[in-house]
């Protein structure tokens, strides 16, 4: 039996962030009804306390080095603006997208933008706190693979 991880079967079934949102209202509103991530379950208990679970297709870890981060953020933005997290939703219609979530109280941190990697990205301060990137590939992923810089740690 290897002990190489890419052969043992996937352990987790679900990506689950949880934000904690001082106005609840506006960020459910923000991210349910503007950019459309619809609502699996919601539950309440006592002293008011509430949570909506919103499905967001499918979930990836992006893990990145600093140096990474500093080029994403000079890269998309033209300077250094990222917390440590940031969250990411990929879209049919980034320009589309971007206006909507503008129109409904995101602050546009910088507009969409083509990068390297051949995907348009525009990045938001949301509601709840949250700093975001609104991307949408241009190009198939078997045709960024053969850009420069693609490739997996496996390849290394």
Do not use: C
């Not at 699996?40 to 306390?49: I, L, P, R, V």
């Not at 992006?62 to 939703?89: L, S, W, Y």
């Not at 045709?143 to 740690?153: K, S």
Request: charged share 30%; net charge negative.
């Amino acid at each position: 039996m290897t002990d190489d991880p890419a052969d043992r079967p996937p352990t987790v079934r679900q990506l689950r962030l949880v934000v904690e949102a001082d106005d609840y209202e506006a960020a459910v509103a923000f991210f349910r009804d503007a950019l459309g991530l619809p609502e699996q379950a919601a539950f309440s208990g006592g002293d008011g306390a509430r949570v909506v679970i919103l499905e967001a297709g499918r979930a990836t870890l992006e893990i990145a080095n600093p140096a990474q981060k500093r080029m994403i953020d000079e890269v998309e933005v033209g300077r250094q603006v990222a917390p440590r997290i940031r969250v990411a939703f990929e879209v049919d219609d980034g320009r589309a997208v971007t206006d909507r979530l503008v129109a409904a109280g995101a602050a546009e941190v910088a507009p969409p933008t083509v990068t390297p990697w051949q995907s348009l990205n525009a990045r938001l301060d949301a509601p709840a706190g949250l700093h975001i990137t609104v991307f949408q590939e241009l190009r198939p992923l078997d045709e960024r693979a053969t850009l420069q810089g693609f490739g997996t740690d496996r390849e290394a």
